[in-house]
C-alpha cells in the first residue's frame, strides 16, 4: 500500500470512529512521518508547528467572535432581533417562519457560527411556533436551515480559518459572503412561506399598536446596530477584521450590561467558559493542520488531485461542480472546520491551473457545508434542534429536504457566475 493512500485510510478511518478531528489528523501524520522513507521530517515538527499557531494573527478574530456572540446570546439581544422581526413579518402567512430566518441572518450577522444561530434562534422561536399551530418537524427544518446562514453571512469563523488555510484576504471573504448570504436567506424564506402556505400556517395575530413597535425598535435599536457596527467598520477601513472582533466583544459587553441590564456576572462567566472551550479546539485544529499541509505538500498530493480532475476538464464552472459533489460526500462524514483544513491545501493548486479566484472557491466551499450541516449522519445543526423538539433525526432529515435543494440551487448560481460572490471584493478591494 502506497504511503498516499495508507494517509487517506487512517485519516478517515480515525474519524469514522469518531476520534476527534485533531487527534485523528495528528496521529494520521504521526504514522506517515514515521512509516513514510520519502518524508525525512523530525517529530519535533509536530510541536513547533502547533507552536506557530500563536505566530497566526488573523486567528485572534475566532475566539473573540466567539465570545461576542455568547455574550450577545446571554445578554438579551437576540431576544430583541426576534421582536423585531415579529413587528416586520408576524403577521405574513408563516410569519414565525419567516421571522426566524430573519433573526438569523442579523444573529449570523454578529456570532458566525452555524450551531450557535440555530441554538440562539431555535430556543427561542421553536416554542413559540409550536404554541401558534406549526408543526414540531416543521419548526425544526426552519431553524435547522436558517442556522446555517451563521457560516455564510460574515463575520464567519470558517471564513477566517479558510483565509488562514489559504492565505487569502479575510476581509475579501466576509464581503464575498454578504450578496450569496442574502441569496441563500431569501431562498429560504420563500421555502418557509410556501410549506407554510401549503400547510395553512398563519402569522401572529396580535396587532401592534403605534407605540409597541416605538418601544420595540427603541428597545431593539442597539442590536440591530451591532452588525452595521462591526461589519461596517470592517468595510469601510476603520478597522481590521481582527479589531473588528475585540470591537464585537466591547460593543456585546456594553449592551449586555447598561442598556439591557441582562448581562449578570454568572452569565459572562459561561461566556468565557464556552469561549473558552470552543476556540481551544479550533486553535489546535488549525495547528495540526499546517503539518497536515507540509505532509500533503511532499507527497505531491495536491498535484496528483489536480492532474487528475484536470483530464476530465479543464472549464472552471465544471471543476467546481466536481469539487461541489466532493465536498457534499465529503461533509456527511466532516464536520465543516475539518473539511477546511484537510481539503483547502489540497485543491489549491487546481485552483490556480484552471483560474478558479480562490475566494470564489471558499464561498462555494462554505455553502457546500452548509448542506452538510443539515444532511445526517453528522449534520450538527439537525441535533440541535433534536434537542430542542425531542424528534428523530430522521423526521428533521426529511424535514429539511426542500431548504437543502433551495440552498444547492443558490450553490449552483455562484458556481455558474463568480461575480455573485466576487462583486463587492472587486468593487471595493480590487477597483
Known sequence: MGIEVLLWVILFGLLFLGVPIFVS??????????????????????????????????????????????????????????????????????????????????FSAMIGSAPATAAAMGALMIPAMVRHGYAKDYAASVTATGGTLGILLPPSNPMIIYAVVANVSITGMFMAGVIPGLMVATALALTAYLAAR??????????????????????????????????????????????????????????????????????????????????????????????????????????????????????????????????????????????????????????????????????????????ALTTPPVGINLFVVMGLTGLTLERIAIAVIPYVISIAICAVLVMRFEEIALFLPRMLLWN
Open 198 to 371: 401549503r400547510r395553512g400556517y398563519k402569522g401572529i395575530d396580535k396587532k401592534y399598536t403605534r407605540q409597541e413597535v416605538v418601544t420595540i425598535f427603541r428597545t431593539g435599536i442597539w442590536s440591530l446596530f451591532c452588525p452595521i457596527f462591526v461589519l461596517g467598520g470592517i468595510y469601510g477601513g476603520f478597522f481590521t477584521p481582527i479589531e473588528a472582533s475585540v470591537m464585537a466583544v466591547v460593543y456585546a459587553l456594553f449592551v449586555g450590561i447598561v442598556i439591557n441590564r441582562e448581562l449578570t456576572m454568572p452569565r459572562l462567566w459561561d461566556c468565557f467558559r464556552l469561549t473558552n472551550a470552543a476556540a481551544g479546539i479550533i486553535l489546535v485544529i488549525v495547528g495540526i493542520s499546517l503539518l497536515f499541509g507540509r505532509i500533503i505538500t511532499i507527497l505531491q498530493i495536491p498535484q496528483t488531485v489536480a492532474a487528475a480532475v484536470t483530464q476530465i476538464s479543464t472549464e472552471p464552472f465544471t471543476v467546481l461542480v466536481l469539487l461541489g459533489i466532493f465536498l457534499f460526500f465529503i461533509g456527511l462524514f466532516m464536520e465543516t472546520l475539518a473539511t477546511i483544513v484537510i481539503i483547502t491545501p489540497i485543491v489549491l493548486p487546481l485552483l490556480a491551473e484552471v483560474g478558479i479566484n480562490p475566494i470564489h472557491f471558499g464561498i462555494v466551499l462554505i455553502m457546500v457545508n452548509e448542506i
Open 25 to 106: 489528523i495528528g496521529m494520521t501524520v504521526f504514522i506517515v512521518i514515521i512509516m513514510a522513507d520519502t518524508i525525512v521530517l523530525p517529530l519535533t515538527m509536530i510541536p513547533l508547528d502547533l507552536y506557530r499557531v500563536s505566530e497566526l494573527f488573523p486567528l485572534l478574530a475566532v475566539p473573540a467572535f466567539i465570545l461576542a456572540g455568547a455574550i450577545m446570546e446571554r445578554g438579551g439581544m437576540a431576544q430583541q432581533i426576534i421582536n423585531i422581526a415579529l413587528v416586520i413579518v408576524g403577521r405574513v402567512t408563516g410569519g414565525l417562519g419567516l421571522a426566524t430566518i430573519a433573526g438569523c441572518v442579523f
